[in-house]
């Protein structure tokens, strides 16, 4: 939701989680299958569904299946793979 709140909860559809990064306005997560979802402002296309949509609940990063990690920027977000390489 959009609800501003003062302590942590829980993302709604995000489980076995294993890295997380936050963004100016969008936030993602890496999971134990590789596979990178993301919520939040989309203008730039940083939640990279491959749409430029704000969503409030999680979307799966496109093309993307073995990541181990996750770092977004204000208008950006970058995947770490288990190749050693990095997409953006």
Do not use: F
């Not at 949509?53 to 204000?74: H, K, L, M, R, Y």
Request: net charge negative.
């Amino acid at each position: 939701g959009t609800t501003d709140r003062t302590v942590p909860i829980a993302v709604a559809d995000i489980e076995n989680a294993i890295a997380a990064a936050a963004g100016a306005s969008h936030s993602c997560a890496v999971l134990a299958s590789g596979a990178i979802k993301c919520w939040g402002l989309n203008s730039s296309g940083q939640l990279g569904n491959g749409a430029t949509a704000d969503s409030t609940s999680s979307v799966t990063a496109v093309g993307i299946t073995n990541a181990i990690a996750v770092v977004a920027g204000s208008s950006h977000t970058c995947a770490y793979l288990r190749t050693g390489s990095v997409q953006c």
